[in-house]
């Protein structure tokens, strides 16, 4: 059974740059949340999707969007990139949409470096 | 708002000793508490998840524990060794995942062989 996979695993972006991040869940997972790890601010919740449909957002600018394809595939948005994005980002899926009562399988992260 | 705390920062401890690592959170309404592992440069992989009606979960040589009164949860690894070198994260959810899980910063483990 194929794990959760993210691309691309590495970028390098400059200040005011846009960049777009993707995610394909376990197959048969609806809800794919998103994760920013910083060292700094360790692990802080972006958004989470269930069925096309944003459920829940963390407290972050709007900067920072995302979207789920009806094939459950999700992609994140980071527009007018600075310094402090530089992060792992960080993709995880789950059968249903609440976040809390399923156990949720994370990918490999997106590491993202903004010059 | 959610915070959680994870004491110690790190660890290091001979190979084949028992172990706890804690957790303590300061909301009292919370739904689900999860522990990962994180080696360097990976994503994190799920040990074991509390549910709310749940104080306690095992899985192999893991035993975490959930008390809601007194806002924390432990990780119990017995027979510690080598492979269980990893940060190992603590996350909380309110009922509903409003704010996703609030991860704790983690405690950064070392078993030394």
């Known amino acids: 059974k194929a794990g959760v996979t993210q691309t691309p695993r590495y970028l390098i972006k400059t200040r005011g740059q846009q960049v777009t991040l993707s995610c394909s869940p376990i197959?048969?997972?609806?809800?794919v949340s998103w994760y920013q790890q910083t060292p700094g601010q360790g692990l802080q919740f972006l958004f989470e999707?269930?069925?096309?449909?944003?459920?829940n957002k963390g407290n972050f600018p709007g900067r920072f969007s995302g979207r789920q394809f009806s094939n459950s595939r999700s992609e994140m948005n980071v527009s007018t990139l600075e310094l402090g994005d530089s992060a792992l980002y960080l993709c995880?899926?789950?059968?249903?949409?609440?976040?809390?009562?399923?156990?949720?399988?994370f990918g490999a992260g997106s590491r993202l470096t903004v010059l | 708002k959610q915070e959680v705390t994870q004491i110690p920062a790190a660890l290091s401890v001979p190979e084949g000793e028992n172990l706890v690592l804690n957790c303590s959170f300061t909301?009292?309404?919370?739904?689900?508490l999860q522990w990962f592992r994180q080696d360097p440069g990976k994503g994190l992989t799920s040990l074991l998840l509390?549910?709310?009606?749940?104080r306690e979960q095992t899985s192999g040589r893991l035993n975490a524990s959930l008390d809601k009164s007194s806002g924390r949860s432990t990780l119990y690894i017995a027979a510690s060794q080598p492979g269980d070198s990893a940060t190992y994260l603590c996350?909380?959810?309110?009922?509903?995942?409003?704010?996703?899980?609030?991860f704790g910063k983690g405690t950064h483990l070392i078993i030394q062989p």
């Open positions: 995880a899926s789950s059968f249903s949409g609440n976040s809390g009562a399923n156990v949720l399988t």
């Open positions: 197959s048969g997972h609806r809800s």
């Open positions: 999707y269930f069925s096309e449909t944003q459920r």
């Open positions: 909301d009292s309404a919370i739904y689900n």
């Open positions: 509390i549910q709310s009606s749940q």
């Open positions: 996350a909380g959810s309110l009922r509903g995942g409003a704010d996703g899980l609030t």
